[in-house]
Every structure is written in structure tokens, then in C-alpha cells.
């Protein structure tokens, strides 16, 4: 069985600026296959975004290894797309210069370039804000234009840190509808971080719940829930609301234990 | 209601309307004040032999624009310290910025070099005009040369400043998105210290100016500096005064040319943002 994704035993260690160590992914071992949609979730800080930019290439692992299409991942692996926690456009870009910039670094001509821009820009619901710049869009707006940036690209892999946390509820749910639907005719696996379990259920077919700082994978969850899935009705039905207890109760611990060693670190 | 509001509007811009009026007249009111209070000072009580005034700067400079001066025409004088300026601006600005992009992003490189840099930048550099004199003779080079050790400097620092904030999300993102490190370097970090370079550009051309005038200070055989040090070597108070004035309106031009420059590069910007850069 080849994996798409393949995390072995991998541990990530900073050095932190008092000199000393600090651990903040701890022997991890996760296989992703094409087509296949992973949420991971975990309480604040214990190393989800660690875990995306070993996959990413952009941290090298500790310890352990990280391969990515069959191939030992050393700088950035082909296909990989990165939605990132915070802000990455280029605020002296347009929208849709922003969302060429890609196929124009991959060497596409630039008439490609803004011909499959457009057509993402308007498949996230922007057509018409082409040539606004990043300040003039809402919070919301920014976060479509990093979806159709990374989707341009037509990654196999696609990395999401948090993408829909700083969204409004309404807005969030518009959005995760879209993400399913561009992602259901690709065969693209995704790793999807996010603190809201809610979230995890309704998107995943598999949630991997981690542990309190140093994370480590602490349970796996199957989500049988039909496809498609409309997120909004999905979270009424009496099989998702048993697999959030299910989960719940896993992950309940762990937030519990961060909160507990946040406290003692402030104190 | 709707009325009541529009009208508040209305009379709104009228307030800061008659507001910038009175600021404009007051200012014009202080220019003639200070003006009127020198030439009236000089005429009753000091000797306009040594401090000038007004009405004999004035007439130096109908002279000047007329009649022309010693060294031929005004707008020759001008021409060429222009052009010393300009030209040791461009190259001063150009070297600076590729090296200030480049060491900001070579981190070895810096460290190595950085208490060199330093010291160098602690150096006097205006000195450094007198040598140039030496080094490449009267003509318009060791004028630029000054001009491009003043403009380099400041440059260089905003140039390697921008170049080391650049926000490392953008870089990772550019790369994950397929960015090599030269569309890294030309896509990312360039554009990102464009503003701490246009900062600095500003106060350079006046750098540039004062160059190329000490320059020609220091030894020349045309050009605005050579016009002030003959107008001081025969006491002329006036024709110094007339020198600096002339100097001052070239650099308020480049100012504003370089104001519009400014807007055009950073038009992305919100304009709160934009406003506050110019404002610094
Ligand atoms: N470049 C870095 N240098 C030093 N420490 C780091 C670095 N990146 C992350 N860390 C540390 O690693 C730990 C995990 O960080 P990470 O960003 O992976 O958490 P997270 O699970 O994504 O948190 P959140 O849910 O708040 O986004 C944190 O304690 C953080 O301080
Ligand atoms: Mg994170």
C-alpha cells in the first residue's frame, strides 16, 4: 500500500530562546491516501501547524522521517498546497495576480496564468473583485482568495491550517459547503487542522485527535457519515451528534490538560 | 433630519475650508513678517555688507536670471548640478538597494560585514569630497562621487531593514506555491521594502544636492557651489543668500516628484497607511 502521506515516528523539537529544547510534536505516525479527507484537532498550541509544515517541507523533522508521494520529503514536495493559519497574500497584488502568482512561479505564460486565475477566483464566489487589492476584502473575502491561491495550483496534497476559524458562523458553513464541493471532484487528500470538532466531523472521513503539548497522536476516529454532505442539515443527524460524543470525550481531556499547564505557565 | 445632516455637512467643509484659508493667510503673514523685519533691521541698524537682505538678494537674483552670471548662464549652473545631483543619486540609490536587498537576505554575510558598515557610516563622508577632488579632478565626477557616498548610505540601511522584515509567511507561501529564491527575492522582498526604500529616497536627494554643492564647494569649475564659494570669496552676501535659495526650490521639486513617485509605487496601500508613511 503506497501512502500519499506518509509520517513516520516523526518528532519536531524547537530551540527555544532561553537555549533550551522544547518539544512540540512528539513521535508521530499518520498515513494519508489520495482522496482521503483528514481533520486533525487538538487543543490550542500542542503542535497541529508543527505537524503541517513537516508535511509542507518547510521544518525538517527532529527525529523520524516525513515522505510525501513515496519520496523522503527534503525542501518542498511537488503537489503540496499550504492554506496557512494566518495572511499570506501580497497586499501589493490584486486578487487575481494573487491567485496567478502561482502558475506564473511554475513557469505557466501569463496568459494561462490569468485565464485559470480568473476561473478560481470566480469558482470562490469573487468574480468581480479581481482587481481589488487585499485590504479593500473582508475577512472572509482574504480567506476564499487564499483557497482559489492554493487550488489554483491543483495540489494532490492539500494542506488547511484552521482556514475558516476567524469566520463568522454563516459564512463559515458557505464556505465549508465549498470546500467539499471543489474537493469532491479531485482526488486530492487533505489534512484539515482546526480546534473545532464540530467542524472535524462534518468535513473528515478519519479525525486524529492529538495530545496536550507535546502532541502525540492519541485516537483515531472513522466518520461514516454519507457523502455529499451538506453541512449545515449533517449536524442535526443522530449519527453525528454520536461520534461528537464519541470524540468529544477524547478530546475533552486534553483540552482540560492545556488549560490546566496554560494556568500553571501564567502563574 | 436628512436635511439637518446634509446641512451640518455642508457647513462642515466650509469650517475646514475657511480653517486652511486662515492657515495659508497666517503663514503668508509670518513670510513677510520675517522677511519685512530683516530688511527693515538690515536698512536702520546692520551693515548689509554682512548679513544681506531681501530687496539685494532679489536683485541678485533678476541679475543672475538676466544678465547671467560670471560663469555664464544661471540655467547652466543649475543644468549641471542637476545633473551631478541626479546622477549620484541614481547610482548611490541603485547600489544601495541591491546591496542593502542582498546582505538584508545573506544573514552570514551581514554579521561578517556589519561593523565595517558601521564604521564606514560613521566616517565624516562630507570630508570625503576633498579627495574626490583630488582623485578625479574639477569636472563633474568627484561630484557625483560625494553626492553617491551621501545618497548611498541611508539607502542602504532602509534597503537592508525592509529586506530583513519581510514577513516570513509570505515567503513560505510564495515558496510552497512554487516561488524559486530569485522569484522569492524580486517578488516578495523587493516590493515588501519598497516603502522603507521610498522613506529613505526622500531625505537622499537632499543628500544628493548637498554633494554635488560642496563638491563644487570644494573645487569646480561650474556649477550652484562654485557660484556660492564666488560669491563668498568676493564677500557677496547676497549672491550666497541667492545660491541657497535657488538650491531650496530644486530640492522642494525633487521632493514632490519623488512624492508622486511614491503614491504611484505604493498605490496597494490603504490610504491611512500611505498618508502615514508620507507624513513620517
Ligand atoms: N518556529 C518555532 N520556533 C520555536 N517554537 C515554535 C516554532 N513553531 C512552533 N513552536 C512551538 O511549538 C508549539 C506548537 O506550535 P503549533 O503552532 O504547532 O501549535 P498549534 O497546535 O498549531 O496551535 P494553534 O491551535 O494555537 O494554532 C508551541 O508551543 C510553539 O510555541
Ligand atoms: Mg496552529
Known amino acids: 500500500m ?43 498550541g500542542c503542535g497541529k501547524s508543527t505537524t503541517l509544515s513537516l508535511v509542507s517541507g518547510l521544518e525538517p523533522p527532529s527525529e523520524g522521517s516525513v515522505s510525501v508521494n513515496g519520496q523522503p520529503v527534503r525542501g518542498i514536495p511537488a503537489g503540496v498546497g499550504y492554506m496557512f493559519q494566518a495572511d499570506a497574500m501580497l497586499p501589493w497584488r490584486t486578487v487575481l495576480a494573487n491567485v496567478a502568482s502561482g502558475p506564473l512561479w511554475q513557469g505557466k505564460p501569463k496568459e494561462q ?41 491543483e495540489p494532490s496534497i492539500l494542506l488547511m491550517d484552521e482556514p475558516f476559524s476567524a469566520l463568522d458562523v454563516q459564512t463559515r458553513a458557505l464556505m465549508q459547503n465549498e470546500l467539499l464541493d471543489l474537493w469532491s471532484g479531485t482526488s486530492a487528500a487533505v489534512i484539515f487542522v482546526t480546534h473545532d470538532l464540530e467542524e472535524a466531523i462534518t468535513l473528515a472521513d478519519r479525525v486524529v485527535v492529538m495530545t496536550a503539548s507535546p502532541a502525540r497522536i492519541k485516537d483515531t476516529f472513522e466518520v461514516h457519515l454519507e ?23 477524547s478530546l475533552s481531556d486534553e483540552v482540560a490538560i492545556a488549560r490546566k499547564t496554560g494556568a500553571s505557565r501564567v502563574a | ?67 547671467g552670471t560670471a560663469q555664464g548662464s544661471i540655467w547652466a549652473q543649475i543644468g549641471v548640478t542637476l545633473q551631478e545631483a541626479a546622477l549620484g543619486f541614481i547610482l548611490g540609490s541603485l547600489v544601495g538597494v541591491v546591496l542593502g536587498i542582498l546582505l538584508g537576505r545573506a544573514r552570514l554575510l551581514a554579521e561578517v560585514v556589519s561593523p565595517y558598515i558601521q564604521a564606514l557610516n560613521a566616517v565624516p563622508r562630507i570630508v570625503l569630497a576633498a579627495l574626490f577632488v583630488i582623485w578625479f579632478g574639477l569636472g563633474m565626477e568627484s561630484k557625483i562621487a560625494t553626492a553617491f557616498v551621501l545618497v548611498f ?77 564666488t560669491a563668498q570669496g568676493s564677500f557677496d552676501a ?25 503614491r504611484r509605487l505604493l498605490r496597494w496601500r490603504p490610504p491611512a497607511q500611505a498618508s502615514f508613511v508620507a507624513a513620517i
Do not use: C
Not at chain 1, 14 to 35: P, R
Not at chain 1, 229 to 235: A, D, F, G, K, M
Not at chain 2, 164 to 179: K, Q, S
Open chain 1, 2 to 44: 503506497s501512502y500519499l502521506v506518509d509520517i513516520d515516528h516523526a518528532t519536531k523539537r524547537f530551540l527555544t530562546s532561553a537555549g533550551t529544547a522544547h518539544t512540540a510534536v512528539q513521535d508521530i505516525t499518520l498515513q494519508v491516501t489520495a482522496g482521503e479527507f483528514v481533520a486533525v484537532v487538538g487543543p490550542t
Open chain 1, 113 to 153: 496564468a490569468d485565464a485559470l486565475a480568473r476561473d478560481w477566483v470566480a469558482r470562490v464566489g469573487l468574480a468581480g473583485f479581481e482587481d481589488y487589492y487585499m485590504h479593500q476584502l473582508s475577512g472572509g473575502m482574504r480567506k476564499r482568495v487564499a483557497l482559489a491561491q492554493t487550488l489554483v495550483n
Open chain 1, 227 to 249: 457523502r455529499p454532505r451538506n453541512v449545515e442539515e449533517i449536524r442535526m443527524t443522530p449519527e453525528f451528534i454520536a461520534i461528537y460524543r464519541e470524540v468529544w470525550s
Open chain 2, 1 to 67: 433630519m436628512l436635511r439637518d445632516s446634509r446641512r451640518t455637512g455642508r457647513s462642515a467643509v466650509a469650517v475646514r475650508r475657511r480653517h486652511k484659508t486662515l492657515v495659508y493667510a497666517l503663514r503668508l503673514l509670518l513670510l513677510v513678517l520675517i522677511l519685512g523685519g530683516w530688511e527693515l533691521s538690515v536698512s536702520l541698524w546692520l551693515d548689509p555688507f554682512f548679513y544681506s537682505k531681501p530687496s539685494l538678494i532679489w536683485d541678485k537674483l533678476v541679475i543672475w536670471f538676466t544678465d
Open chain 2, 153 to 229: 548610505f541611508p539607502v542602504f540601511f532602509n534597503a537592508f531593514q525592509g529586506a530583513r522584515e519581510v514577513d516570513r509567511n509570505l515567503v513560505n507561501n510564495a515558496r510552497i506555491l512554487g516561488a524559486g529564491r530569485a522569484q522569492v527575492l524580486w517578488s516578495i522582498v523587493v516590493p515588501s521594502s519598497t516603502s522603507w526604500i521610498l522613506a529613505s529616497l526622500h531625505t537622499a536627494f537632499g543628500f544628493a544636492l548637498i554633494g554635488a554643492i560642496v563638491g563644487e564647494y570644494t573645487g569646480a569649475t561650474r556649477g550652484l557651489g562654485l557660484l556660492i564659494s
Open chain 2, 238 to 262: 547676497a549672491g550666497i543668500y541667492a545660491g541657497m535659495l535657488i538650491t531650496t526650490v530644486l530640492a522642494l521639486l525633487a521632493e514632490v516628484v519623488l512624492g508622486l513617485a511614491e
